[in-house]
C-alpha cells in the first residue's frame, strides 16, 4: 500500500496554530508515526486533505513537505497499518460509549415520562450526530477494525431506542 506522508514544523512561539494543525490531522484520519510526521493511506479525498493541512502548516509561518511513500519492508508496513487501526478503533471505543449515552438520556427522558416534540427533536438531533459521526468512520476505515462491528450495532440499537421514543412521543400528544 502506499501511503501519503506530511512532514511539518510550526513557529513554537504559540499552540493555537500546532493545535489547529493537530486536530485536522485528526480529523481526516492521519496517524504519526514519528514526531511532526503524519501518515494517511493513499486513497481518494487524501491528497486534497493533507493539502489543505499543509496549507494551514504554511498560513501560520511553518514549513510543510508532503510526499508518497511505500515501506520499504514488511515491518516497517505493519506498523503503520497497525498505528492506523489503533486510532480508528480508539474512535469507534468513543462512539460506542456516545451511543450508551444516548441510550443513558432517553431512559432518562422515559423514566421522566417526558415526552415533549422539543425533546424528541432534541434526541432526533443527538441521534444524527451519531449517524453522521458514524459514516465518517466508516469513511476513513481501510483495515479492518476490531470495534467497527460493534459500532454498527449500536448505531442500529441507537435507531431503534429513538424509534421507541418517538411512538411514545407521538402516543401522548395524541
Known amino acids: 500500500m502506499k501511503w501519503l506522508l506530511l512532514c511539518y514544523t510550526v513557529p513554537s512561539d ?7 494543525v493537530w486536530r485536522e490531522l485528526r480529523r481526516v484520519g492521519a496517524v504519526s508515526p514519528q514526531q511532526a510526521v503524519w501518515a494517511l ?7 486534497q486533505a ?5 496549507r ?22 505493519k506498523r503503520l497499518e497497525d ?6 478503533d480508539e474512535e469507534y471505543i468513543e462512539f460506542l460509549a456516545e451511543g450508551d449515552k444516548f441510550d443513558a438520556e432517553i431512559e432518562s427522558e422515559i423514566r421522566k ?4 416534540a422539543a425533546e424528541l427533536d432534541e434526541e432526533e438531533q443527538n441521534f444524527d450526530r451519531l449517524a453522521r459521526w ?7 476505515s481501510f483495515f479492518p477494525i476490531p470495534s467497527s462491528a460493534n459500532a454498527d450495532r ?21
Do not use: M
Not at 50 to 54: G, K, N, R, S, T
Not at 160 to 172: D, I, N
Open 14 to 20: 504559540t499552540s493555537r496554530h500546532r493545535v489547529a
Open 41 to 47: 493511506p493513499d486513497h481518494a479525498g487524501a491528497r
Open 50 to 54: 493533507l493539502e489543505d493541512v499543509a
Open 56 to 77: 494551514l502548516v504554511e498560513g501560520a509561518g511553518g514549513e510543510a513537505l508532503l510526499v508518497r511513500a511505500e515501506a520499504l519492508n514488511e515491518a516497517s508496513e
Open 83 to 88: 498505528l492506523y487501526i489503533a486510532a480508528r
Open 113 to 116: 415520562r417526558k415526552f415533549t
Open 134 to 140: 458514524h459514516r465518517e468512520l466508516n469513511r476513513k
Open 154 to 174: 449500536r448505531l442500529k440499537e441507537c435507531e431503534s431506542t429513538l424509534a421507541g421514543y418517538a411512538e411514545r412521543v407521538f402516543e401522548a400528544q395524541q
